[in-house]
Structures are given as structure tokens and as C-alpha cells.
T-cell receptor, first 117, second 115 residues
């Protein structure tokens, strides 16, 4: 089945530094990838949608200059949290799909726990 | 935007018994998909079951089945013969068949299985 690898699984960084999270589709070409944020005991909130070769579409309230998303290839999307602060500490999950039509499934990565100290 | 509501923050069930998790949603669309995802302590999102809105027949996957009531916009999940491994957070999700294609998730139900 479709597999999405997300790396790192956890990261601790100092306030003010930047952190990059990678999301890779291992056995399929992901034309579209989604990035979610999940606070403890809460639901997944969509941050942005990225299509390969295009600029990401951000949800309302998500700072695009803070959460940089790059989807340069059909198998890799990256989320960079720039100048991270403690309030950015959260669980980040990516999801990837070959297409957005009816017959395409969506596969989730295993998530990245970010702690900013 | 579509909204998905899970009114049960926590549920518990005895091992081998049956439990039903509730989900309602709000949409003006006629063509969409509904999902139940399981998130165990590992935080990996695992697809449990999927229902196409145009299908009247309720989806089933082994011990998991749904009760899809389109008119009532209700989509409950029934877990039969509950096992310890079923303990997890369960999220109901909606996805349009047309625009956006993003998921809208409910707030989740934490399921505890009692041995």
C-alpha cells in the first residue's frame, strides 16, 4: 500500500531557530500534499495544501512567511517553521495523494512532534 | 466550510462488546466522502472505513461498520467484538468530492477498551 514517510518524528529546537520537516511519498507520486497541525487532545487542523511545482495554498490564519512549504518534486514536500517560538510547539502531520479525484486515497505520515524551548 | 461534530469526547467498552461512536456533519453538497480514522498513541492516522455519499449501502470492514444516514447527516461507527488494540482516538472526517478535497475532521472520541 501507499506509504508516506515523515521525518523527523520528533525535534527539539531553541526559540528563534528554524526547523524543517520532510514528507516523502515512498511508493507513489504525490501530486498534492497537505500539512496539518494537531494540539494535544485536539483535532487535526489543515494548515496548507501544496501541489507539486506550485505555491502552497494556506488556510486562513496560517502565516505563510512563518510556515514555509515547498513541494518541489512529486515525492517530497517540506514544511519549514521559521523563527520558531514556544507557541509553535505542536504535532505536525502531512498527508499525500496521487490525485484529488474520487478514486484516490490519502495517506498520512506518522507525524512530527516539535518542541520549541 | 463544512463542520464535523463528534459529541462524545470519551467512550469506553468492555472487551468483546460492541460500541458505537457518533458523528454528525453539516454540508450543502450532495457528493462527498466520509471517513473514520483511528489515531493510536503512536499518533499515526489509520483509515478505518470510508463511505461514499452516493452509496446507500453502509460500508463494512470486518468488525467495523457504519450507519450512514444522509438525510440526517449522521455517520456513526460501530465496532463489534472490541479488542484491546482498538483503544485509540477516533476521528470522523468529511471530504468533498468536488472542490478543495481537503479533510474536515471532528474533534475526536477517545475510546478505552476495558479488559
Amino acid at each position: 500500500g501507499a506509504v508516506v514517510s515523515q521525518h523527523p518524528s520528533w525535534v527539539i529546537c531553541k526559540s528563534g531557530t528554524s526547523v524543517k520537516i520532510e514528507c516523502r511519498s515512498l511508493d507513489f507520486q504525490a501530486t498534492t500534499m497537505f500539512w496539518y497541525r494537531q494540539f494535544p487532545k485536539q483535532s487535526l487542523m489543515l494548515m496548507a495544501t501544496s501541489n507539486e511545482g506550485s505555491k502552497a495554498t494556506y488556510e486562513q490564519g496560517v502565516e505563510k512567511d512563518k510556515f514555509l512549504i515547498n513541494h518541489a518534486s512529486l515525492t517530497l514536500s517540506t514544511l519549514t517553521v521559521t523563527s520558531a517560538h514556544p507557541e509553535d510547539s505542536s504535532f505536525y502531520i502531512c498527508s499525500a495523494t496521487q490525485g484529488t479525484g474520487a478514486n484516490y486515497g490519502y495517506t498520512f505520515g506518522s507525524g512530527t512532534r516539535l518542541t520549541v524551548v | 466550510a463544512q463542520t464535523v461534530t463528534q459529541s462524545q469526547p470519551e467512550m469506553s467498552v468492555q472487551e468483546a462488546e460492541t460500541v458505537t461512536l457518533s458523528c454528525t456533519y453539516d454540508t450543502s453538497e450532495s457528493d462527498y466522502y466520509l471517513f473514520w480514522y483511528k489515531q493510536p498513541p503512536s499518533r499515526q492516522m489509520i483509515l478505518v472505513i470510508r463511505q461514499e455519499a452516493y452509496k446507500q449501502q453502509n460500508a463494512t470492514e470486518n468488525r467495523f461498520s457504519v450507519n450512514f444516514q444522509k438525510a440526517a447527516k449522521s455517520f456513526s461507527l460501530k465496532i463489534s467484538d472490541s479488542q484491546l488494540g482498538d483503544a485509540a482516538m477516533y476521528f470522523c472526517a468529511y471530504r468533498s468530492a468536488n472542490t478543495g478535497n481537503q479533510f474536515y475532521f471532528g474533534t475526536g472520541t477517545s475510546l478505552t477498551v476495558i479488559p
